[in-house]
């Protein structure tokens, strides 16, 4: 998810908040051995236009701009993208257009995600369009 929907995102729902943030974000705030610790799934992480050096710990801070450099397009054997975030507040359960909540929980749910996930591996375009995750 993108960074505004990391921060959006509640534990254990995002209407029943005992954590303000994503999990990622307990995770690295709360639960990793060193406080602060970035984490790839973050965009804040990833991202060079979201990346705030103050989000981080200090000796972190030229780890990330190392996997900036090597996550960067057109570096030699670099993914061409950083991923695909989720920047919506909902997401696509069906492909007639009912959403849900973009939270880490709606991840199986996301219809354009999945799509994009399983086109990648296969590394072509699906025989059939995904018709419904809103289970």
Request: no cysteine; aromatic share 8%.
């Amino acid at each position: 998810m993108n960074d505004s929907n990391e921060k959006a995102d509640g534990l254990p729902t995002a209407d029943a908040r005992l954590y303000g943030k994503s999990l990622l974000y307990l995770v690295s705030r709360a639960l990793d051995d060193a406080r602060k610790m970035p984490l790839l799934g973050l965009q804040n992480a990833i991202t060079p236009d979201v990346f705030d050096p103050k989000q981080w710990a200090d000796e972190q801070v030229a780890s990330i701009t190392a996997w900036q450099q090597a996550w960067s397009p057109g570096t030699p054997g670099a993914a061409s993208q950083r991923g695909f975030p989720v920047t919506t507040p909902d997401v696509r359960t069906t492909r007639t257009g009912a959403t849900i909540q973009a939270t880490h929980g709606s991840f199986d749910n996301n219809i354009d995600v999945l799509t994009a996930s399983l086109e990648r591996i296969k590394g072509s375009k699906l025989v059939s369009r995904l018709e419904w995750l809103d289970y």
